[in-house]
């Protein structure tokens, strides 16, 4: 089913009953999705500062209040226990389940973190002409643990990483422009082209999501990620931390031309 024309509330609605459990990527075109970190409140804190010191991983678009699953901002009805394909809990630092619910995992003294997602550009990036090869090939990005350090908050400390998309030569330009003019969903490339120069030893086998072609005229462009937190977790090892499962977002209903400059 195309679900690129449908509006974000139907579809969270779809998500919430069980129906939609595939990656996200294309859905809602020209509606903004949202990466997950839900922790307990003795670290909140510490997060909170890691995302101001890392704006380009980690764009802040909604932080809940304390203990409570309801959005505020980001769209009607969203509960953040359910509103989402796939669910991931970490805990000592090992990812022990995913979950399509997380309704009985919830504490009142959770905190929910929603982040800028990089989905949001590329529906910027489609209507640029500018092909987007997970989409066509309809599997999930691919995302890199690099070897760039992010600046350390609290306990948090770690390397950031990547999602790639190869752009043909002739069009990286124009994906560095359309990107960059969207810095609340990651914005401009943190590199392009050698993924060794960034600690990548093959672009053929990512950490988190799908393996894509790359093209004889093209060349890997690498964006900063919003699963950067889920490396940063298996890093220091909170108790417990809640993310979303890579390339399964929330899909809110703020509008990507809201996210630009």
């Known amino acids: 089913m195309d679900y690129s024309e449908m509006h974000p509330y139907d579809v969270r609605k779809l998500i919430r009953d069980g129906k939609i459990t595939t990656p996200t990527a294309g859905m809602c075109a020209g509606y903004a999705q949202a990466n997950l970190v839900i922790l307990p409140k003795d670290i909140a804190y510490d997060f909170l500062l890691f995302t101001q010191r890392n704006p380009k991983s980690c764009p802040i678009l909604e932080v809940s209040d304390v203990g409570n699953k309801m959005l505020n901002f980001l769209g009607k009805d969203i509960d953040i226990t359910t509103d989402i394909p796939k669910y991931r809990v970490y805990e000592d630092g090992v990812l022990t389940g995913e979950y399509k ?129 889920q490396a940063v977790v298996m890093n220091v090892k909170p108790k417990i931390v809640i993310t979303h499962s890579p390339g399964h977002m929330l899909i809110t209903d703020v509008k990507n031309i809201e996210l630009k400059y």
């Open 101 to 229: 619910d997380i309704g009985d995992l919830w504490r009142d003294d959770f905190v929910s973190f929603l982040i800028g997602c990089s989905f949001s550009f590329e529906s910027e990036m489609i209507e640029d002409n500018i092909e987007i090869r997970h989409i066509e090939e309809k599997c999930n990005v691919p995302m890199y643990i690099t070897n760039i350090k992010c600046t350390p908050a609290g306990i948090f400390n770690g390397n950031m990483v990547v999602s790639m998309r190869p752009i043909p030569y002739e069009k990286i330009v124009r994906s560095v422009l359309v990107s960059g003019a969207m810095p609340k969903v990651h914005g401009a490339p943190i590199h392009i082209g050698d993924p060794s120069i960034i600690g990548i030893k093959s672009i053929d086998k990512p950490d988190f999501g799908d393996s894509v072609n790359i093209k004889e005229n093209e060349v890997p462009v690498f964006w900063p990620c919003g699963v950067t937190p």
